[in-house]
């Protein structure tokens, strides 16, 4: 089965559950939908390349989507988890990354506690 004719099937199957609420609130509107629907299942059939403008199109639009939803759902991510986080954190004192000037110290250098056993079976 070619890419074009899964396009086909799976961007039919999607249209034909848009459709069906359509259908199912009596929208005057189904009709045309039904109309395209039919359209776009039979250049499935048997014209799959005609398919390639709607493809290029859908491909366009979930680009987008997808462009905006990462930006969106790593934004949420960072400023609802991980600021909290770090903002209690800080509050507590704690200082994962050993980043506080401490001018006693000579070096800031830690030693490496590995076993020969760790590195063999790091995980």
Known sequence: MTELKK????FSGYYFAVLA???WHHHPIALL?????????ACTFFFP???T???CLWDGILKTLNYINTRLLFGILFFVIFTP???IKKLLG????????????????TDC???HNDLRRPY
């Not at 396009?7 to 799976?10: A, E, R, S």
């Not at 994962?96 to 800031?108: E, S």
């Open 85 to 87: 986080i770090a903002l």
């Open 94 to 109: 704690k200082d994962a990354m050993g980043l506080q000037y401490d001018p006693h110290l000579k070096t800031y250098r």
């Open 33 to 41: 939908a039904w109309t395209i629907l039919s359209i776009v299942l």
């Open 53 to 55: 403008p709607l493809k």
């Open 7 to 10: 396009f086909g099937f799976i």
């Open 113 to 115: 506690r590995n076993t």
């Open 21 to 23: 609420f359509f259908i």
């Open 49 to 51: 390349y005609f398919l």
